[in-house]
């Protein structure tokens, strides 16, 4: 086996961990808002609507943008580019994925950056409270597995023919 092909077993292998990590991810709770002993569990979406809610729609778009659909895309999209290596078609269009996923790259980190900000803020005593909740550590794992995968992932694949299997 070629050094190719264990790249591939590892992006294919990082990308199906990935997509595994997605759900708990998005159903555990990421934090726990505690404010005037009001105790709130909440999910990456439960903080979605928690924004929306507060009056806060622009944030609450790119909270969803960024923490839901971004992750769910990159992995997609490597799932794609997976699924199409040594085939002819779609090259230049796997070429500007690929490009894509390596300019979104680390933003994706944005998000745990914003929380553990928010955690560090959120210490008002007894009037408010954040802890992290396993979800976050979930969603954490999900961004460096596709971080990862990504940049296992080389454009020389896209162009790599396989060879055809002797008779």
Known sequence: M?????????????????????????????MTMTVTGDVEPLTILGGVRELYDSGLAPIAVIVFLASI???FLKLASLSWLLLMHGKDSCRQER???LRLLH????????????LSILVAVGQLGILANIQTEPGALFFAAVLVVSLLAAEIYESRFIWQKIPSPSA
């Open 69 to 71: 659909v971004v992750p």
């Open 95 to 97: 070429t500007y994925v």
């Open 103 to 114: 300019s979104i790259g680390s933003w994706s980190m944005v998000d745990l950056f914003l």
């Open 2 to 30: 070629d050094s190719s092909s264990y790249r591939l077993q590892w992006v294919t292998a990082l990308v199906v961990t990935g997509l595994i990590l997605y759900v708990p991810a998005n159903v555990l709770p990421v």
